[in-house]
């Protein structure tokens, strides 16, 4: 018996002829599928761009600082760390440089007669902060070594701007528990500690001298030998308050941060999904441009039939070419994803992180559609009778 | 041996009233034979050639290609049978217009599974037999009527078939193209083609050598004049 069969080659060949003689239909519907992949790169692209450029961040901010709090006792009230905590801290072989700060129970405003609330906070800092913290002067100075004992105070980023100060050159003042304090210096933003952002700081000895103030640290930051990091943790509770280790709270700074860039994957996976129903509005484009083309295309299918091939020939031809349709689809959506993603990136200043992997399931994955979107319009295709697909219609 | 037999054929159609478009037809067509279908518009001389060609089954009756009983065969075996024995030409040439004409021709071998260079080899020489041996480079929209009807023609004989079967090839050609498409298959005829060729133009099928004339579904008329053949062949119009 003679068999009906295609050479695996010219399946490609057979699959692409309606695409090839309808370039404007075959663009117009590929959109459809691209813009759903598109937005899908794009999205996974920009996220994993900025993730990339927060994590880079995050390590030149340095994941080896650690903090030290005193916490609440049970009955409630706030319980600081014992004066030595930071000297036992010290005493730690990993630990490199500590800085105690004390959090003042008082208010600082531009002079002694104002009393607006400004969600400020008063430091006093030890010596060490400029280490620990790596602390970065915008203008002026730190406080540093005799300046401790003096009534001068660094103003925190955003402290600065509620204070209305921009700039120390003039002798200005502060009022901090009725005493003038010269400004001195004003920070840089310290991303890992944006607290100290809203803050302002005097030296310890000032505060004690001056202000009278209890010398129990609020924190203490650490910084440790990085590969000991977590060996170092459990014994900082321990360590800082012998008496009550259960009330202190260490935690590390730029978990914060990371956990910020986990908050990113809700809205991500939300854009995904619209990417998905995108995409799906593109495979129902396929699917629809498959019917109509079986429609028009009645006299060719019967033509192939009458030249000899099977029910699975007609079948596979427009399977192959709805896959096919809806991955050039998918080619153009990676392209312009990533296009996008590039310039996204770029203009945010981050570094550029396409995401392969996710070209590759994206290009793959509008093959699929199609195929799927390809499968009714192909078994109709297939189910038309040979002899009424010859007939000329009207 | 006979390349076609029709023994009893029915095809109807479930209508209100049916439709029987064939009705008992009994049919022989001998390998080298060239013959015509005639017969009034509905008589069923496209679902005889459909039968004929395997696109369609009968109702009843029993039909055999080539030596082979079609009822028993599966859609595929049909498929097979359609694909290296048999060639189709139609009134509406059904070309690719997008393609160009050799491709078009070396489509008729497509599913035999036949390397591509050999098909487009065939095809040239099939649209040479045809007369098109120097417009291998054309698209069909750059072709007059006629010679897209001779691109079809080729691709019905490129696979070299036991049986063409041409259903009004000449529908919409003016006479003068019509005159020479039957030229064309009495030349190929000549070669020793066996061509059943559907025609309402009684003129045009006077001149082939055998005239199958339809009515209602039925065979009215059989006849076979042998001494025309030459004549025809001899192409004096
Ligand atoms: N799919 C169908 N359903 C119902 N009736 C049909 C169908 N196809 C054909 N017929 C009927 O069968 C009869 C024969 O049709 P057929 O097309 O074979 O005639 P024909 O001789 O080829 O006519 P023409 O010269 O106009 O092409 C006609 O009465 C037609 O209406
Ligand atoms: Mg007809």
Redesign the pocket.
């Known amino acids: 018996m003679i068999r009906s069969r295609v050479r695996p080659g010219d399946l490609i060949g057979i699959g692409t002829i309606g695409l090839r003689s309808r370039p404007g239909r075959t663009a117009l519907t590929a959109i459809g599928i691209a813009i759903g992949i598109a937005s899908m790169v794009a999205v996974l692209g920009i996220s994993s761009s900025s993730k990339a450029n927060l994590i880079a961040e995050i390590d030149s901010l340095g994941t080896n600082l650690l903090q030290v709090q005193g916490g609440q006792s049970i009955l409630g009230d706030s319980s600081p760390l014992p004066v030595s905590s930071q000297t036992m801290i010290d005493r730690i072989p990993t630990v490199t440089s500590s800085a105690s700060v004390i959090q003042l129970d008082t208010k600082v405003q531009r002079n002694r007669f104002e009393d607006e609330p400004n969600g400020l906070s008063v430091l006093a800092v030890g010596a060490g902060a400029r280490e620990t913290l790596e602390l970065k002067i915008a203008s002026g100075m730190l406080i540093e070594g005799k300046a401790s004992s003096l009534p001068v105070v660094v103003l925190g980023s955003v402290a600065a701007e509620r204070l209305g100060i921009g700039n120390v050159a003039n002798g200005v003042t502060v009022s901090i528990a009725g005493h003038d304090f010269a400004v001195i210096g004003i920070l840089n933003a310290l991303p890992l500690n944006p607290d100290l952002d809203r803050s302002v700081l005097i030296g310890d000895q000032a505060a004690f001298e001056l202000l009278g103030v209890d010398p129990n640290p609020t924190t203490i930051y650490l910084r440790v030998r990085p590969e000991k990091i977590e060996a170092t943790r459990p014994l900082l509770a321990r360590t800082a308050s012998p008496m009550a280790p259960n009330e202190v709270q260490v935690s590390r700074p730029s978990d914060a941060l990371e956990a910020r860039a986990k908050v990113d994957e809700g809205l991500q996976k939300l854009l995904l999904g619209l990417g998905g129903v995108a995409l799906v509005v593109g495979g129902v484009g396929v699917a629809n441009v498959m019917v109509i083309s079986v429609l028009e295309r009645r006299g060719e299918i019967g033509l192939r039939r009458a030249l000899g091939a099977k029910r699975g020939h007609i079948r596979s031809q427009f399977v192959i070419e709805a896959a096919t349709l809806a991955g050039i689809g998918g080619l153009l959506g990676a392209g312009l994803g990533s296009v996008v993603t590039w310039g996204y990136a770029t203009r945010q200043g981050w570094l550029v992180d396409i995401p392969v992997t996710g070209l590759a399931y994206g290009v793959g994955g509008a093959l699929l559609i199609g195929a799927v979107a390809g499968l009714y319009p192909a078994s109709k295709a297939a189910r038309l009778d040979p002899?009424?697909a010859v007939?000329p219609h009207a | 041996m006979s390349v076609l037999r029709l023994e009893q054929v029915c095809?109807s159609?479930?209508?209100n009233p049916p439709?029987k478009?064939?009705d008992g037809i009994d049919l022989e067509v001998e390998a080298g034979e060239m013959l015509a279908i005639v017969?009034?518009?509905?008589?069923?001389?496209?679902?005889?050639?459909?039968v004929m060609g395997t696109l369609d089954r009968p109702t009843s009756g029993r039909v055999w290609v080539d030596g082979a009983e079609t009822s028993g065969l599966s859609d595929a075996a049909l498929s097979g049978l359609r694909a290296a024995r048999l060639g189709f030409v139609f009134q509406g040439f059904h070309l690719m217009e997008t393609v160009g004409v050799v491709d078009n021709v070396a489509t008729g071998l497509l599913y035999q599974a036949i390397p591509k260079r050999q098909r487009r080899r065939r095809a040239c020489e099939a649209l040479t037999k045809v007369g098109l041996g120097d417009r291998l480079d054309a698209k069909p929209t750059q072709l007059s009527g006629g010679q897209r009807q001779r691109v079809a023609i080729a691709r019905a004989i490129v696979a070299d078939p036991a049986l063409v079967l041409a259903?009004?090839p000449t529908g919409n050609l003016d006479s003068a193209t019509s005159g020479d498409i039957m030229k064309l298959f009495a030349d190929l005829n000549q070669a020793g083609a066996t061509i059943v060729v559907?025609t309402?133009d009684n003129e045009l099928a006077d001149q082939l050598p055998r005239t199958v004339v339809?009515r209602d579904?039925q065979v009215v008329a059989d006849r076979v004049k042998a001494s025309d053949m030459v004549k025809v062949a001899g192409g004096e119009s």
């Open positions: 002899a009424e007939r | 095809r159609y479930e209508a439709v478009a064939l017969g009034p518009s509905g008589s069923g001389k496209s679902t005889l050639l459909n259903d009004e559907i309402h339809m579904g």
